[in-house]
């Protein structure tokens, strides 16, 4: 029986030797039930949604050899059973800049095909991988937006340093009326669990239920500070907490990280199925 891969095999903290010529080997696939396991998710997640990858350093050569590129738009679903290391992603994408490809087409159904071998490991794909490529004549169109929503960094809080999150921060009025809201902190940050580097974002809470003590959540998401994980596991423990201690009865949770090596992650979790938010980068991205 194979070992399963685990964070610590891939390529993140090792020297890399960075190749021009096109390998989907590249790509290193992490399973997410690990993780989940970790924080109480067994079996089916309570959520549905994706992560939204940027990558601002995607080219190749035309069939002259003329370097083509592009911006591209991926959209990995969190049900799959993998997600990608981010810096093998950054690999894999480098490695298109020595090869010839027809054209941007040929380029985004690779990336798709690719990246959903990855992320499914052979598998029943359930849902599959968007990819959209955004041509330099329509860079221009990319905008630049912050999260919609009430900002929680407003309130004037006193914090106490905190090793990991502290869902016993969070609370709700359970014997008022509910409400319906959207709150947003810049404020979030997080730790790669391998190298240690730092991940900044910033996250949107949306939900419709009994209201959450504000200041309780802004020092909950500061909690995060000194706390290793992936972008995308503190997305679904933050969506976890949330659900557990404030009995929401609609809920999603989006974070917009800072890119890395021409990189951002962007996972959205949600308790009821809809469209994905809009690909659109913070100002800080």
């Known amino acids: ?136 004549d ?17 309130l004037d809080i006193e914090c106490d340093p905190a090793a990991q999150p502290i869902p016993e921060l969070l609370s709700a009025a359970f014997d008022e009326q509910p409400v319906e809201e959207t709150l947003t902190s810049r404020l979030l940050k997080s730790n790669c669990p391998v190298t240690g580097q730092p991940d900044w974002g910033s996250v949107q809470i949306r939900y419709a239920g009994p209201q959450i003590d504000q200041a309780g959540l802004l020092r909950y998401i500061i909690s995060f500070r000194q706390h290793d994980e992936f972008h995308e596991h503190c997305v679904e423990r933050m969506f976890t907490d949330l659900w557990a201690r404030c009995r929401p009865a609609r809920l999603s949770v989006y974070a917009r990280y800072t890119r890395r090596g021409g990189l951002d992650i962007n996972p959205w979790r949600t308790s009821h199925p809809g469209q994905p938010p809009a690909n659109v980068r913070t100002a800080r991205q």
């Not at 993140?12 to 096109?22: I, P, R």
């Not at 997600?83 to 490809?101: A, C, H, P, Q």
């Open 1 to 136: 029986m194979t070992t399963p891969a685990t964070p610590l095999d891939s390529p993140l903290g090792k020297t890399t030797h960075y190749v021009d010529q096109y390998d989907p080997a590249l790509l290193f696939p992490i399973e997410r039930a690990p993780q989940r396991e970790r924080i109480g998710i067994l079996g089916q997640p309570r959520f549905f949604g994706a992560d939204l990858w940027t990558a601002f350093e995607l080219s190749w050569l035309n069939s002259r050899g003329k370097p083509q590129l592009t911006i591209a738009h991926i959209m990995v679903p969190c049900e799959s059973t993998h997600i990608v290391e981010s810096k093998s992603f950054k690999l894999y994408l480098g490695s298109f800049s020595g090869t010839r490809i027809a054209d941007a087409d040929e380029v985004r159904r690779r990336i798709q095909d690719d990246v959903g071998a990855a992320v499914w490991q052979g598998g029943q794909v359930r849902s599959s991988v968007g990819v959209r490529l955004v041509a330099p």
């Open 138 to 154: 329509d860079f221009d169109r990319e905008t630049v937006h912050e999260l919609d929503g009430l900002s929680l960094d407003r």
